[in-house]
T-cell receptor, first 111, second 113 residues
């Protein structure tokens, strides 16, 4: 079993839809959870960062972490064509630098 | 103002050659990283440097060597390039070790023929 798993997609939704992106992981020591957005031929950019369990909201984006299920989610409300990108989840243990990334989910929001 | 920059953007070279990729950050961060993203889009950390000290070295062949002349730069040298080295290499930086906020460069696409 891979350390972090993520459905690669592609996921196509109509403009305005609510998008749900998910990752599962196996390492119960992970404490920091991140979502990155990567446009084609660009570097990843940090969208959301959550410590431990719970929810975090930022504009149209909501990140959820359920450590008991080893499951994290990113919700995008009122999706826009400009949200079309690959979304990578990433996580790490407490103090270490060992960031572990999922393979990414490719999202297309159709106008 | 580019926060994290890399040069070159594209690099095409023959097997066996030695090449370098440069990275610079103007964010005042004290930790810099090199990642490799393969054709399946997996992003894997290769190295990180904090205050000019190597603090992670994953199972990366010793043909790869990071060099940090100062806090703002972390260059990647690759000796005896192999076909399997073809990938996109990303540089990143962050403020402190404990924080998870990394800023990535635009990537360098390396193709080894």
């Amino acid at each position: 079993q891979k350390e972090v798993e993520q459905d690669p997609g592609p996921l196509s939704v109509p403009e305005g839809a609510i998008v749900s992106l998910n990752c599962t992981y196996s390492n119960s020591a992970f404490q920091y959870f991140m979502w990155y957005r990567q446009y084609s031929r660009k570097g990843p950019e940090l969208l959301m960062y959550t410590y431990s369990s719970g929810n975090k909201e930022d504009g149209r984006f909501t990140a959820q972490v359920d450590k008991s299920s080893k499951y994290i989610s990113l919700f995008i409300r009122d999706s826009q064509p400009s949200d079309s990108a690959t979304y990578l989840c990433a996580m790490k243990e407490g103090y270490g630098q060992n960031f572990v990334f999922g393979p990414g989910t490719r999202l297309s929001v159709l106008p | 103002d580019t926060a994290v920059s890399q040069t070159p953007k594209y690099l095409v070279t023959q097997m066996g050659n030695d090449k370098s990729i440069k990275c610079e950050q103007n964010l005042g961060h004290d930790t810099m990283y090199w990642y490799k993203q393969d054709s399946k889009k997996f992003l894997k950390i290769m190295f990180s440097y904090n205050n000019k000290e190597l603090i992670i070295n994953e199972t990366v062949p010793n043909r790869f060597s990071p060099k940090s002349p100062d806090k703002a730069h972390l260059n990647l040298h690759i000796n005896s390039l192999e076909l399997g080295d073809s990938a996109v290499y990303f540089c990143a930086s962050s403020q402190e070790i404990v924080y998870a906020t990394q800023y990535f460069g635009p990537g360098t696409r390396l193709l080894v023929l």
